[in-house]
């Protein structure tokens, strides 16, 4: 019975990383003498990163709880395609408690097999989780438990799949529902999605909108505080305008005051010296009449 590719693939990633490498040697030399071609395929399989391992791991550790939160990216799709911002903010929250606890799960699983993960890579399996509820591209990828790479959602564009998947085919993920006639025409399939990024820009410039309103709503809040600020100074500086005012005035009248002062003092002191002179001369007016002939 011959083997494919992929499940040769899914032998290989579900090893521990440790032995990946030489597992996938050993593959490649025993198919080599009776399949050359898929011994090549086999050899040139990449070594899965510590989080892409991990994020494999989950896939086939922890199935019904991965399938779960891709049904909860299901959710947030049809709710942005209904510009629905509350349900959007609770499955949002509903979301990140999820990927949350599956990363925590996941990193036991690692830690049981021997391979305990680092913070950073935690942060790439929550970075993984979180693009696959947001494309369902990425969530065919992640459900295939073959990455050879983190991915990651960037804003409202598809999530960049290349060279992200062992073996590309595998992640294509059969509908549950009926076959259709056949596939939608591409041009159909471009249009819808067209107008799922043109609702989604719509939805983030509403978002925009609505932040710019309320900045400017708390900026003439703080003018209007700046308004009565400014009133209150100038009437404190009208006040001390008329009291400096006043005191110009005291200190002028003041200073007159002290001028007639030094006026009076100085004809008192002339007056003080003459009286001072003629008691001089009268002293001595008086001895002499006194003296004997």
Known sequence: MAVSLTAIARELYGL??????AQRNARARDLKPTDAALAKQVATLRKPSPAAWVVNLIAR???????????????????QEQFDRNELR???????????????EAADLADTA???PTASVLGEVEQTLQAATSDPDAAAAVTAGLLVRALRAVGFEPVNLLDAVAVPGAAAVPSSKPASSGSPPPVQLHEARLRKEARRE?????????????ELDALDRRAHRLELRRQSLEAEAAELREQLREAESTLTAVADDAQALVHARSAAQAEADATSRRAHEARAAADALAAPD
């Open 202 to 214: 719509a939805e983030r410039l509403e978002g925009d909108a609505e932040a710019a309103a309320a």
């Open 114 to 116: 021997g391979h305990p």
């Open 61 to 79: 550790e922890r199935a019904g709880k991965l399938e779960s939160l891709l049904r909860l990216g299901e959710q947030m799709r049809q709710a």
């Open 16 to 21: 521990a990383p440790s032995d990946f490498t």
């Open 90 to 104: 609770r499955l949002g929250a509903e979301r990140r408690e999820a990927v949350a606890g599956l990363a925590r």
